[in-house]
């Protein structure tokens, strides 16, 4: 069906101002927050209710228009890339708070609440919601839901599928199900796993209940300066081992402190070669306690500084430089490229090794910023769009990131998801019979194939081009399929 | 154990190509739990001879296990490097499997505070309704490859897959802890173990009976030694003999022979008025219900459903009531739907979660 007649069945029961087809509105649609990939959709909607909503998916369905749902588009993957034949549709304009009961601790809303909102509005009764991606000022509890993101305090307190409770979801032919419950489980299978990180492909999440947690009294941090990567693992290891889960463990390598350091003066040691952040909270005899202790192990484990926060001031000051990562990437080099694979922790410093070489390699800097505590890593690619060549060469150095997480038996995506940007590592992370089975657990919710198609999961045809051009342990990727 | 994989998928590929039911099988602990087979199952699948951990390093906070290995060697082992399964599951007798707990998919008293079964699996190894060996997640705290096909399993009861191996999530063990006892009715308890778990208080479980309020901190010496200054009642003396009793089911309460009900509701929900005796855990969010009559299915439902849950025949000794909350019928489609795509001839565990899965 053409864009017109499309946006004139819109017309029927959308106003004007949310439905948008010219080019220059379409604009701030074409890409998320991976901007190297960008489409302009057929046309933009902007519903702003529920029975909206149902009429949008309806129509998409009864004239087979591919559909593909937006949060606040600060998605790393490409997962909101618009299809250039369907119909992009922001959830932006959901952004109601429905209800807080502080008593069940917790909140109702709708997809477009801004992640901060909602510990914003918690707050009042001395709770919060606790998956706090650094995107939270500006990224959507839908997108969150989507993309199951987490946050640097996500060892002790989970990701985002540990911390909701109920779904409300429309499928692609407008049917409304509901998923989880007021309860802590509900009947029949976890369907409730199944949509979190499912990328837009399985229906459309219009309301969400979370979990709110008491906030805790005290938090206090431990910034730690090492001369060797190895041993800053190696003490993560050990806080570990002393039966510990800090609240948050975040690492940083040379080049991102001297980044940061310029950028914000957060007083991070410039000599040091990692420099490990160890944030402790509870009650204040239990933060007494472990930071206690917390200190011991890092002097144990070859520091060669060690400071405390005295006070929330110096906590937020030191967290600031680890928060500015991004930016401060974004200062020294025109453009940067952010991967998220995770890796068993104990392989870290053999993989940073590798990521070393690469950089060698490529001729591109590599910044790590890494949740060492869950083996979360984030090497930013450091590149220059305007040098023909070389984003190619970035994506070509992130791709094989990638691909020795997996090998150090990990995985190619922590928390941004695949979207557009992984589907290629998808063939190597997984087996035909695998990537089958993805195929029908979306077929089971679409089987049309309407939602964001091309997203999330390769098709085998894809899988077995690229195989031909892998060779992986010395044996053929889908040796099983004809090669094209 | 390739050998054994093998076996496996021989009996899987019989039974789909016969169309004939395979019930899978680990210690039969939980073979109560979930509706009896419609048809007497031609073949069994036994998963203790697929056992082992597979890998484990505590500082990894990571356990790889085969389904097949005894609950219970799991335990023991996590203790002796402190740590544990944090969701406590119920083993229900001394050869309970991992891959029993996994299928069960039942947590036990730290479940409101630390989360289920499902929370704690990153990975697992399945085989499907046509003997594929596929695998799912991996050995990685954080992992959004894929759908979460994993977390999928848990509570599934079979009905998908023979789970081969699993990875969890495990933590450490608080150093120290203590339970509180307090004198109270219903609806104040209610109200207690909600406004408790709204502080920063290191509550890691909650058991109301017989007009006693059991209240279980865990943590830090020095957090559990202020906290019970907080909150005052009497110290429980066997507190781990306890709690060890509700999570198995021996408590005095859950009397053998009595139809046992278990309603998940919102934790806040006032006091549900039914006839026989209840018991609640999970700050109110979890009631159990027993008695031996009087007690009327689609009442409990229907009330358990007014409150934001569901209701489950827990122990239902031989009713032929069904045992699970019956779905609506856009849910029970998908869950058709995703059955037919696991497992197209319909051979795992029919019947057990609900009439045609
Ligand atoms: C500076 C920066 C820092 C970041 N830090 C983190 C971090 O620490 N941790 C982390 O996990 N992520 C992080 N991210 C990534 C990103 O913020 C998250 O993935 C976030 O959850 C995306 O939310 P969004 O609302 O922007 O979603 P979008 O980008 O708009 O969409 C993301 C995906 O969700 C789908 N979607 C959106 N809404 C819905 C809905 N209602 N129903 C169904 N599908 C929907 C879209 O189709 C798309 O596939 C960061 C990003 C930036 C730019």
């Given at each position: 069906?053409?864009?017109?007649?499309?946006?004139?069945?819109?017309?029927?029961?959308?106003?004007?101002?949310?439905?948008?087809?010219?080019?220059?509105?379409?604009?701030?649609?074409?890409?998320?927050?991976?901007?190297?990939?960008?489409?302009?959709?057929?046309?933009?909607?902007?519903?702003?209710?529920?029975?909206?909503?149902?009429?949008?998916?309806?129509?998409?369905?009864?004239?087979?228009?591919?559909?593909?749902?937006?949060?606040?588009?600060?998605?790393?993957?490409?997962?909101?890339?618009?299809?250039?034949?369907?119909?992009?549709?922001?959830?932006?304009?959901?952004?109601?708070?429905?209800?807080?009961?502080?008593?069940?601790?917790?909140?109702?809303?709708?997809?477009?609440?801004?992640?901060?909102?909602?510990?914003?509005?918690?707050?009042?009764?001395?709770?919060?919601?606790?998956?706090?991606?650094?995107?939270?000022?500006?990224?959507?509890?839908?997108?969150?839901?989507?993309?199951?993101?987490?946050?640097?305090?996500?060892?002790?307190?989970?990701?985002?599928?540990?911390?909701?409770?109920?779904?409300?979801?429309?499928?692609?032919?407008?049917?409304?199900?509901?998923?989880?419950?007021?309860?802590?489980?509900?009947?029949?299978?976890?369907?409730?796993?199944?949509?979190?990180?499912?990328?837009?492909?399985?229906?459309?999440?219009?309301?969400?209940?979370?979990?709110?947690?008491?906030?805790?009294?005290?938090?206090?941090?431990?910034?730690?300066?090492?001369?060797?990567?190895?041993?800053?693992?190696?003490?993560?290891?050990?806080?570990?081992?002393?039966?510990?889960?800090?609240?948050?463990?975040?690492?940083?390598?040379?080049?991102?402190?001297?980044?940061?350091?310029?950028?914000?003066?957060?007083?991070?040691?410039?000599?040091?070669?990692?420099?490990?952040?160890?944030?402790?909270?509870?009650?204040?005899?239990?933060?007494?306690?472990?930071?206690?202790?917390?200190?011991?192990?890092?002097?144990?484990?070859?520091?060669?500084?060690?400071?405390?926060?005295?006070?929330?001031?110096?906590?937020?000051?030191?967290?600031?430089?680890?928060?500015?990562?991004?930016?401060?990437?974004?200062?020294?080099?025109?453009?940067?490229?952010?991967?998220?694979?995770?890796?068993?922790?104990?392989?870290?410093?053999?993989?940073?090794?590798?990521?070393?070489?690469?950089?060698?390699?490529?001729?591109?800097?590599?910044?790590?910023?890494?949740?060492?505590?869950?083996?979360?890593?984030?090497?930013?690619?450091?590149?220059?769009?305007?040098?023909?060549?070389?984003?190619?060469?970035?994506?070509?150095?992130?791709?094989?990131?990638?691909?020795m997480c997996i090998h150090a038996g990990g995985t190619i995506t922590g928390e941004h998801g695949v979207g557009m940007e992984k589907i290629n590592q998808m063939c190597i992370q997984f087996k035909t019979d695998e990537l089958q089975i993805f195929h029908a657990v979306k077929a089971a919710f679409d089987?049309?194939?309407?939602?964001?198609?091309?997203?999330?999961?390769?098709?085998?045809?894809?899988?077995?081009?690229?195989?031909?051009?892998?060779?992986?342990?010395?044996?053929?990727?889908?040796?099983?399929?004809?090669?094209? | 154990?390739?050998?054994?994989?093998?076996?496996?998928?021989?009996?899987?590929?019989?039974?789909?190509?016969?169309?004939?039911?395979?019930?899978?099988?680990?210690?039969?602990?939980?073979?109560?739990?979930?509706?009896?087979?419609?048809?007497?199952?031609?073949?069994?699948?036994?998963?203790?001879?697929?056992?082992?951990?597979?890998?484990?390093?505590?500082?990894?906070?990571?356990?790889?296990?085969?389904?097949?290995?005894?609950?219970?060697?799991?335990?023991?082992?996590?203790?002796?490097?402190?740590?544990?399964?944090?969701?406590?599951?119920?083993?229900?007798?001394?050869?309970?499997?991992?891959?029993?707990?996994?299928?069960?998919g039942l947590s036990g008293p730290r479940r409101a505070v630390a989360g289920a079964v499902r929370d704690f699996v990153l990975g697992l190894r399945l085989l499907d309704g046509t003997g594929k060996d596929l695998r799912f997640g991996g050995q990685v705290m954080k992992n959004v490859a894929g759908y979460?096909?994993?977390?999928?399993?848990?509570?599934?009861?079979?009905?998908?897959?023979?789970?081969?191996?699993?990875?969890?999530?495990?933590?450490?063990?608080?150093?120290?802890?203590?339970?509180?006892?307090?004198?109270?009715?219903?609806?104040?308890?209610?109200?207690?173990?909600?406004?408790?778990?709204?502080?920063?208080?290191?509550?890691?479980?909650?058991?109301?009976?017989?007009?006693?309020?059991?209240?279980?901190?865990?943590?830090?010496?020095?957090?559990?030694?202020?906290?019970?200054?907080?909150?005052?009642?009497?110290?429980?003396?066997?507190?781990?003999?306890?709690?060890?009793?509700?999570?198995?089911?021996?408590?005095?309460?859950?009397?053998?022979?009595?139809?046992?009900?278990?309603?998940?509701?919102?934790?806040?929900?006032?006091?549900?008025?039914?006839?026989?005796?209840?018991?609640?855990?999970?700050?109110?969010?979890?009631?159990?219900?027993?008695?031996?009559?009087?007690?009327?299915?689609?009442?409990?439902?229907?009330?358990?459903?007014?409150?934001?849950?569901?209701?489950?025949?827990?122990?239902?000794?031989?009713?032929?009531?069904?045992?699970?909350?019956?779905?609506?019928?856009?849910?029970?489609?998908?869950?058709?739907?995703?059955?037919?795509?696991?497992?197209?001839?319909?051979?795992?565990?029919?019947?057990?979660?609900?009439?045609?899965?």
């Amino acid at each position: 069906m053409s864009v017109q007649t499309l946006v004139d069945q819109f017309r029927s029961f959308l106003p004007r101002e949310a439905i948008l087809f010219e080019a220059e509105d379409l604009r701030p649609y074409e890409c998320d927050g991976l901007s190297a990939y960008r489409q302009l959709p057929g046309a933009v909607v902007l519903p702003q209710t529920e029975e909206q909503i149902v009429k949008i998916l309806q129509l998409c369905h009864a004239t087979r228009t591919p559909l593909v749902a937006r949060g606040a588009g600060t998605g790393l993957s490409g997962g909101a890339l618009p299809h250039a034949q369907g119909v992009l549709m922001s959830l932006a304009k959901l952004n109601k708070i429905i209800a807080i009961d502080p008593l069940a601790r917790t909140a109702r809303v709708q997809p477009g609440v801004r992640n901060l909102a909602i510990s914003e509005a918690a707050a009042l009764y001395g709770l919060y919601y606790a998956p706090d991606p650094s995107s939270q000022i500006a990224c959507s509890i839908g997108g969150n839901v989507a993309e199951n993101s987490g946050g640097v305090h996500c060892l002790k307190y989970g990701l985002t599928v540990h911390n909701i409770l109920k779904l409300r979801v429309l499928t692609i032919e407008g049917e409304c199900l509901e998923i989880g419950g007021d309860s802590l489980d509900s009947a029949g299978y976890d369907l409730l796993a199944l949509m979190t990180g499912s990328e837009g492909m399985l229906g459309i999440v219009i309301e969400i209940t979370v979990k709110l947690l008491p906030k805790p009294e005290k938090a206090q941090l431990v910034m730690t300066a090492f001369d060797d990567v190895l041993k800053a693992g190696n003490a993560v290891a050990n806080v570990i081992a002393a039966g510990i889960i800090p609240a948050g463990m975040e690492m940083m390598d040379k080049i991102t402190i001297h980044a940061v350091e310029e950028f914000l003066h957060a007083g991070y040691d410039l000599n040091a070669a990692a420099i490990l952040l160890c944030e402790s909270d509870g009650s204040a005899e239990e933060v007494a306690d472990e930071i206690e202790r917390i200190q011991a192990i890092m002097q144990q484990s070859g520091a060669t500084g060690i400071r405390t926060s005295r006070d929330e001031a110096e906590r937020l000051k030191l967290w600031a430089g680890r928060k500015a990562a991004f930016p401060a990437a974004g200062r020294v080099s025109p453009d940067y490229y952010c991967m998220d694979g995770t890796i068993p922790r104990k392989r870290l410093a053999e993989v940073l090794h590798g990521i070393d070489q690469l950089s060698q390699q490529y001729g591109l800097r590599c910044m790590n910023v890494f949740h060492a505590g869950d083996g979360n890593l984030h090497p930013l690619i450091l590149y220059d769009a305007n040098r023909p060549g070389e984003l190619e060469k970035a994506e070509e150095f992130g791709g094989k990131i990638l691909e020795m997480c997996i090998h150090a038996g990990g995985t190619i995506t922590g928390e941004h998801g695949v979207g557009m940007e992984k589907i290629n590592q998808m063939c190597i992370q997984f087996k035909t019979d695998e990537l089958q089975i993805f195929h029908a657990v979306k077929a089971a919710f679409d089987p049309l194939g309407l939602l964001n198609p091309g997203k999330a999961v390769p098709t085998l045809h894809r899988c077995a081009e690229l195989g031909a051009m892998h060779v992986h342990h010395g044996e053929l990727k889908f040796a099983d399929l004809p090669r094209f | 154990m390739q050998v054994i994989i093998e076996q496996y998928q021989a009996l899987i590929r019989a039974a789909a190509d016969n169309k004939t039911p395979l019930q899978i099988r680990g210690g039969g602990t939980k073979h109560f739990y979930g509706n009896a087979p419609a048809e007497q199952p031609a073949a069994f699948l036994d998963t203790t001879a697929y056992h082992g951990i597979v890998d484990y390093e505590p500082t990894e906070l990571v356990m790889t296990a085969r389904a097949g290995t005894r609950l219970a060697d799991v335990e023991v082992l996590l203790t002796e490097h402190g740590q544990m399964l944090a969701f406590e599951p119920p083993h229900f007798g001394m050869a309970a499997t991992l891959g029993g707990c996994i299928a069960a998919g039942l947590s036990g008293p730290r479940r409101a505070v630390a989360g289920a079964v499902r929370d704690f699996v990153l990975g697992l190894r399945l085989l499907d309704g046509t003997g594929k060996d596929l695998r799912f997640g991996g050995q990685v705290m954080k992992n959004v490859a894929g759908y979460d096909v994993s977390r999928l399993m848990a509570g599934a009861l079979g009905t998908l897959g023979v789970i081969l191996e699993v990875s969890l999530k495990v933590l450490p063990k608080p150093p120290a802890e203590t339970t509180l006892q307090f004198s109270m009715n219903e609806a104040v308890a209610i109200e207690r173990m909600n406004q408790w778990a709204g502080k920063p208080l290191p509550v890691s479980a909650t058991c109301y009976v017989d007009g006693e309020l059991f209240v279980r901190l865990s943590g830090a010496e020095s957090t559990v030694r202020t906290a019970q200054i907080k909150l005052g009642g009497e110290v429980l003396p066997e507190s781990e003999a306890f709690w060890q009793s509700i999570r198995e089911q021996s408590y005095g309460f859950f009397q053998p022979g009595q139809p046992l009900w278990r309603l998940s509701v919102r934790s806040t929900a006032a006091p549900l008025v039914l006839p026989g005796k209840q018991l609640f855990e999970w700050n109110g969010g979890l009631r159990w219900l027993s008695g031996d009559d009087g007690l009327d299915a689609e009442t409990i439902r229907q009330l358990a459903k007014d409150v934001g849950g569901h209701a489950t025949l827990f122990r239902n000794h031989g009713s032929p009531l069904p045992v699970f909350h019956p779905l609506d019928s856009a849910l029970m489609t998908i869950h058709r739907s995703l059955k037919q795509q696991f497992d197209p001839s319909g051979i795992f565990n029919r019947g057990r979660l609900y009439p045609d899965l």
